[in-house]
């Protein structure tokens, strides 16, 4: 498991000095959790211990928005002062996605239709 967490963590570190250095406006870590679908997707998947781990920290997910929880809390006044840009951030992020997915779904539902292969 400690090599598990540790092969997460690098993947992080490296994503975050990449977003850094290159003065990226993506989060390290999403830049780290991309790297690790590469290298994992030329693996052919992850093996049994990163598997394991990562099963492990799913099942423990909400702890991680404990956190976020905490700050939505001590930032309370800024959040009622902001309200409507919040408000339209998640509407029109929720359709985005919502269309993203469903062109997805068309996309393959299509491929799978006509037999092509991904």
Not at 26 to 47: C, D
Not at 57 to 67: A, E, G, I, K, T
């Amino acid at each position: 498991m400690i090599a598990a967490l540790t092969q997460l963590l690098i993947f992080q570190l490296i994503g975050e000095v990449i977003a850094r250095g290159l003065d990226l406006p993506v989060p390290g870590p999403v830049i780290g959790m991309a790297l690790l679908f590469a290298v994992l997707a030329l693996r052919n998947g992850p093996g049994e211990s990163l598997q394991t781990t990562s099963q492990t920290l799913l099942s423990h997910l909400s702890l991680l928005f404990v956190p976020a929880g905490v700050g939505i809390v001590v930032h309370l006044s800024r959040v009622a002062d902001e309200w409507l840009a919040l408000l339209a951030a998640l509407v029109v992020s929720t359709f985005v996605s919502m269309a993203v997915t469903a062109l997805v779904m068309k996309a393959l539902a299509h491929k799978a239709a006509t037999g092509e292969k991904a």
